[in-house]
């Protein structure tokens, strides 16, 4: 099993900055992919970015490319979202999840272990 604990949301108005972190425990994949995952009101979950284990590769949603970051330390077992010029349609609960190998897929099924969430709030 994998734990993930998702943590570094807030409320903050709009143009501002926030940066999420994910913690993991448990059993970790060597090989594994982090992403992160947001969910609005009413909507759908939706991908938002990915990094592979050497941080090598990443992927990120159209719509947040050039204003979100994500990065990973492994020795830590822990991987990052640092969020800029953030909007008011960035408002969501957020959510990281790890998968086995490599994938910029943007399918949530396709991720094995999610964390519970943490809500980022921009106010306009």
């Known amino acids: 099993q994998v734990q993930l604990v998702e943590s570094g949301g807030g409320l903050v108005q709009a143009g501002g900055s926030l940066r999420l972190s994910c913690a993991a425990s448990?059993?970790?994949?060597?090989?594994?992919?982090m992403g992160w995952f947001r969910q609005a009101p009413g909507k759908e979950r939706e991908f938002v970015a990915a990094?592979?284990?050497?941080?090598?590769?990443?992927a990120y949603a159209d719509s947040v490319k050039s204003r979100f970051t994500i990065s990973r330390d492994n020795a830590k077992n822990t991987v990052y979202l640092q969020m800029n010029s953030l909007k008011p349609e960035d408002t969501a609960v957020y959510y990281c999840?790890?998968?086995?190998?490599?994938?910029?897929?943007?399918?949530?099924?396709?991720?094995?272990?999610w964390g519970q969430g943490t809500q980022v709030t921009v106010s306009s």
């Open positions: 990094i592979s284990w050497t941080s090598s590769r990443t």
């Open positions: 448990g059993r970790t994949f060597s090989t594994s992919t």
């Open positions: 999840a790890t998968r086995a190998g490599w994938s910029g897929s943007p399918i949530a099924t396709e991720y094995n272990y």
